[in-house]
């Protein structure tokens, strides 16, 4: 079914529009403070899809559904809040609903009392729509000023716009601070990956040159971190964080893995295998290779051939 679309953009047309019945502030274009949960709304509840000429601010403190704008779709659950652009197609839909809270403004509005500007708090990446789960703390502090915003916006208070258009850009503020503190994770998080990627690659060719004979080390932490211009304990820690392994972890499993390969399917010796990967004390090699699988490394080999065997077809 294709949502009903309309060419309504002024907020309170629109609501005129739905038939809603409410006792709130809205008695200009340019402002508005609603406590959502008092409309009466039908559940579940589908909106017609608008086109506003003003941003939508919506506090979700305990409610299910969800708000499209543009081509994004975002959840709406408990503790929510999601900001709409304007000249940006829009709708929400509604499953249920205990208390939301919902702001519009123009900009306009705002740049009267800041007229410095506002577009840093209002930028989301060039997108139409951003939305956030905040902490309940959070949450609990946006829902006060919520209320105490309705109330000022229904009081006689002299320079109560003012007033508000502050309180409204504190909530924003937070909001952004949000965005930009997803938006270095994310790309903290990019970064390390390609440091993760670089590392494991950097691994594998170390083992290949190994077992080449073009090596006669394996490379450890130290190594890894000078290969890639890093600090060592930066290394260790974004290595850790990202994958839930040390360093060393990964190198040894590896190292455990080649050992295997060539216990199982060479002929080589004991004494070459250790050489291969860089163990000069032959002892040292048996005792690493039994610490970390809990078997000698001759008996692991005997235990394959002897399976071997058995799998074998009889003539």
Same mark, same amino acid.
Not at 190 to 210: D, G
């Given at each position: 079914?294709?949502?009903? @679309? ?80 304007? !000249? ?8 249920? =609903? ?11 509005? =705002? ?8 577009? !840093?708090?209002?930028? +989301? ?11 309940? *703390?959070?949450?609990?502090? +946006? ?8 109330? /000022?916006?229904?009081? !006689? ?11 409204? @850009? ?24 390609? /440091? ?6 950097? =691994? ?34 974004? /290595? ?11 190198? !040894?499993?590896?190292?455990?893995? *080649?050992?295997?390969? @060539? ?53």
């Amino acid at each position: 079914m294709i949502p009903e @679309l309309t060419t309504i953009s002024k907020y309170k047309d629109q609501i005129d529009f739905l038939n809603l019945s409410y006792h709130d502030y809205i008695d200009n274009d340019e402002f508005s403070i609603v406590k959502v949960h008092k409309w009466d709304l039908k559940f579940p509840f589908h909106s017609p899809t608008f086109r506003s000429d003003y941003y939508s601010f919506t506090i979700v403190t305990k409610a299910n559904g969800s708000f499209t704008v543009g081509d994004d779709r975002f959840e709406l659950h408990q503790n929510h809040v999601v900001l709409a652009c304007p !000249n940006a197609f829009f709708k929400i839909d509604w499953t249920d =609903m205990e208390k939301v809270y919902n702001i519009t403004f123009k900009k306009s509005f =705002m740049l009267k009392h800041f007229p410095g500007g506002i577009d !840093n708090i209002l930028e +989301f990446d060039g997108k139409n729509g951003y939305c956030c789960c905040l902490t309940q *703390e959070t949450m609990n502090y +946006f829902e006060l000023t919520c209320i105490e915003m309705y109330e /000022i916006a229904i009081s !006689n208070l002299c320079y109560k716009e003012e007033i508000m258009a502050n309180m409204a @850009l504190n909530l924003l503020f937070i909001v952004q601070l949000q965005h930009k503190n997803e938006v270095n994770i994310q790309k903290n998080n990019e970064k390390n990956n390609k /440091i993760t990627i670089n590392f494991r690659q950097n =691994m594998e060719n170390n083992f290949n040159e190994l077992i080449n004979g073009n090596c006669s080390s394996i490379m450890r932490v130290k190594e890894h971190a000078t290969l890639l211009n890093l600090d060592e304990n930066y290394l260790s820690k974004i /290595i850790s964080n990202s994958t839930q392994k040390t360093v060393n972890e990964w190198i !040894n499993e590896k190292l455990i893995d *080649e050992i295997k390969y @060539l216990l199982k399917y060479s002929e080589k010796s004991m004494k070459d295998i250790a050489i291969t990967f860089g163990f000069n004390d032959l002892n040292y090699f048996y005792s690493f290779f039994k610490t970390q699988t809990l078997q000698a490394p001759g008996i692991y080999r005997k235990e394959f051939q002897k399976s071997s065997l058995k799998e074998l077809p009889v003539s």
